[in-house]
Every structure is written in C-alpha cells, then in structure tokens.
C-alpha cells in the first residue's frame, strides 16, 4: 500500500553540528511534501514544504532535498541547537487529494 | 503559535461516555481537518472539511465518530460509546492552500 517511512527511527547529532533526517515515500503519484516538528506534548509544527517539480528548498538554517528517482526526500539542519531535539515527520500528499500521509517519524537528539 | 486552538486540551474520561473535542482554525482558512495520532506514530487522517462541507472521511472514522463544522469556522469532533483504542491525541489542522497548519491537540485517554 501506499506509505511514507523513514529509515533511521532515532538520531543523535552534537550540538553545532549538521543534522541530516531522510525519508522514503512509495507513491510515485504525490507531488507535495511536508517536514514537520514535534515537540512533546505539542502539534506538529510546519518546518519546509516542497513540490514536486523542485529538487531543493531551503529556509532558515533548514534544507529540504527531493530524488523523484529514488523517491526519497532528506531534511538538513544546520548548525543544530538544543532547540531542535524533537520528532521530525515528512508528510506527503497529491493533487486533489487532501489528507497528508505521515510516516512514523525521526527522533532529533541534539548533544550538548 | 499556529493560529489554530483546541478545546480541551486534555480529557479523561470512562468507557462508555461521549466526549465532544472543539478546534478553531486560523480565521481565513477555509479548509480543516482532523487527525488521530498515536504514541510513537505519525498522525492519521480522518476527515476533512472546506468551509462547512464535509468532504473525505476515512474508514478510520467509525459510525461512533462525528465531526461537524456548522458556520464553516470552528469545528467539533465527537466520539459516542468511547472505548480503551480511542485513547490518542486528537489533532485539527487548518489550511487556505497545502500548507495545513496544526493546533495543539486534544490528549483523550479513555479508563
């Protein structure tokens, strides 16, 4: 069936360091992606979206790359800060198709 | 902060009873959606709303589910006859385009 995973369940990055969070989705037909933060206790809150017809974006100290070939999807934060220890989702949908499909999710362990 | 709120946002409740979750979304969003995520899950979708039309809802949604959105701004989730699986964080989004944008959550632990 349709699903969106990702590979590492949990990462630990010193803190100052670049953090790199992948993502694998299986249906080629999605054209829209999503990275979502999730602190304990709270909703998941927008990171960096991306199309399909993109390769890369990038936001504040945040990279999102897309491989349509490979369907894969990665999340770069740079120079991590204690701040960022969270759960990290990538999320997808397609056009005319409203509900987003989660994976499981990355837990970000920032090291001091 | 998001924009978007919910109404409790936690709910202890016992087998059996009805609980009623509200969400008010960020005000010029015309589309809103709820989601039931689990402890070490993603979220999982189950219904979907543009202004006070009802639009998709998923087999997640049982007959002892409800979600309503009246006047096409807030929106309330009820669960009839609630049992020990309903226990999950009850979480609404709010959009104008694709960007959903969540509230908080509504924690709902059934005893």
């Known amino acids: 069936g349709e699903s969106v995973g990702l590979h590492l369940p949990t990462l630990s990055v010193q803190e100052g360091d670049n953090s790199i969070i992948n993502c694998a989705y299986s249906?080629?037909?999605?054209?829209?992606f999503i990275w979502y933060k999730q602190e304990s206790g709270k909703g998941p809150q927008f990171i960096i979206d991306?199309?399909?017809?993109?390769d890369k974006r990038q936001g504040q100290r945040v990279t999102v790359l897309l491989n349509k070939t490979v369907k894969h999807l990665s999340l770069q934060i740079a120079a991590t800060q204690p701040g960022d220890s969270a759960v990290y989702f990538c999320?997808?949908?397609?056009?005319?198709?409203?509900?987003?499909?989660f994976g499981t999710g990355t837990r970000l362990t920032i090291i001091p | 902060d998001t924009g978007v709120s919910q109404d409790p946002r936690h709910k202890i409740t016992k087998r059996g009873q009805n609980v009623t979750f509200r969400c008010d979304p960020i005000?010029?969003?015309?589309?809103l959606y709820w989601y039931r995520q689990t402890l070490g899950q993603g979220p999982e979708f189950l219904t979907y709303?543009?202004?006070?039309?009802?639009?998709?809802k998923s087999r997640l949604l049982s007959d002892r589910f409800s979600a309503e959105r009246p006047k096409g701004s807030f929106s309330t989730l009820e669960i009839q006859r609630t049992e020990q699986g309903d226990s999950a964080m009850y979480l609404c989004?709010?959009?104008?385009?694709?960007?959903?944008?969540f509230g908080p959550g509504t924690r709902l632990t059934v005893l």
């Open positions: 989004a709010s959009s104008l385009e694709d960007t959903q944008y």
């Open positions: 249906n080629s037909a999605s054209d829209y």
């Open positions: 991306i199309r399909s017809n993109m």
């Open positions: 999320a997808e949908n397609r056009q005319g198709n409203e509900k987003l499909t």
């Open positions: 005000s010029e969003h015309n589309r």
């Open positions: 709303f543009q202004n006070e039309a009802q639009l998709e």
